[in-house]
């Protein structure tokens, strides 16, 4: 296998061309020009997102685009004229998925457009939690390195889609300081628990011809297994902390914020509290002045806790905020691609 990957590497830049980037901004326009015909000549419902696919294939685990950001508003006006969205995208999104949401947001109306991935090893376990928290508080953005838009600004509107509900919340909890007063949860949130990642597991592999493994691996094994890797990632995390990130961070002017949160997220990941993780992350998300909030899901997605969707609601007007739901009948975060009507209905008021 180690001499065929040598091969490979030798062999793919003689039949392959890669291009990191167009060389021009008319070479761009030309690019992207090609790209949507190329996207237009396809079935629509090759968009729809592949989650048995991409559980096989290599690409769908490492992202074309890069791991932190995909920039996706390189069309005429998104330098911050008309409608501003966010949108988070959920796990193992593909790029020509991410193109077509842009181009169903931009036909409603929104002209600043911004896509964020949610890479599954940085948002799956508290090891990547650590590595995602870090992140931000070292480039003050996962996009300040250039490696797509600056989201720390102001929003007209948030969308996240399946995982992006966690991204939203790592990114809220390291001081990332995005704005806004509408939310739309789209087949989310998915909770910072081991439980909430093995109901979307199971049903991800019940979907994919992969329902032997469910009825062979136990629902209480596979819990007690992902709640014991969690908790040796977060035990990891502590140590590695303690003896290097600590001094590397010494000085920082968030210091002792990011101190305090990786230790308290670390030894509750380690000690199986995800209780109080879940209560920080629902509040950082949702206790914000004004915000309105919008729940798009299916109340037959097993992918999801339809019950904890009804706790956040009653958990958004404690707050202050506004919470209402839209229910639908599309599968996993399908509304967009299937209903979108009934989704911009919903946020006319953006």
Excluded at 114 to 130: A, F
Excluded at 257 to 278: F, G, P
């Amino acid at each position: 296998l180690a001499l065929a990957g040598v091969a490979a590497m030798c062999l793919m830049p003689a039949t392959h061309s890669f291009t990191v980037g167009p060389a021009s901004p008319f070479a761009a326009r030309a690019a992207a020009h090609s790209h949507a015909n190329t996207l237009d000549q396809r079935p629509r419902a090759a968009f729809l997102p592949a989650f048995g696919t991409a559980l096989l294939r290599p690409s769908a685990r490492a992202p074309a685009l890069g791991t932190q950001g995909v920039k996706m508003a390189a069309a005429a006006g998104a330098e911050g004229k008309g409608k501003s969205v966010l949108i988070i995208a959920w796990f193992h999104a593909e790029p020509k998925q991410l193109e077509l949401v842009r181009r169903i947001y931009k036909k409603k109306g929104f002209t600043d457009i911004v896509i964020q991935e949610s890479p599954v090893h940085q948002i799956s376990t508290p090891r990547g939690w650590y590595q995602t928290f870090i992140s931000c508080i070292k480039n003050g953005g996962p996009n300040k390195d250039g490696k797509g838009e600056n989201i720390a600004r102001k929003f007209d509107l948030v969308h996240c889609m399946s995982g992006g509900f966690l991204q939203l919340y790592l990114l809220l909890a390291a001081n990332v300081p995005i704005e806004f007063d509408r939310l739309v949860m789209d087949s989310t949130p998915i909770l910072p628990q081991p439980k909430a990642f093995v109901r979307f597991a199971r049903a991800y592999m019940n979907d994919n011809g992969l329902s032997a493994v469910t009825k062979v691996l136990p629902l209480s094994l596979h819990n007690g297994y992902q709640t014991a890797r969690w908790s040796v990632g977060a035990t990891y995390v502590r140590l590695k902390h303690k003896s290097f990130i600590k001094k590397q961070l010494q000085g920082h002017d968030q210091f002792e914020a990011t101190n305090e949160w990786t230790r308290w997220a670390a030894r509750n990941s380690a000690k199986n509290n995800y209780d109080d993780i879940v209560d920080d992350a629902i509040e950082t998300v949702f206790n914000r002045k004004g915000l309105h909030t919008t729940f798009v899901y299916n109340k037959e997605d097993k992918y999801i806790n339809t019950e904890e969707i009804q706790s956040i609601i009653s958990k958004c007007e404690e707050f202050g905020g506004k919470a209402d739901e839209v229910l639908t009948k599309t599968g996993h975060i399908e509304t967009i691609f299937r209903k979108p009507k009934l989704l911009f209905d919903a946020i006319a008021d953006v």
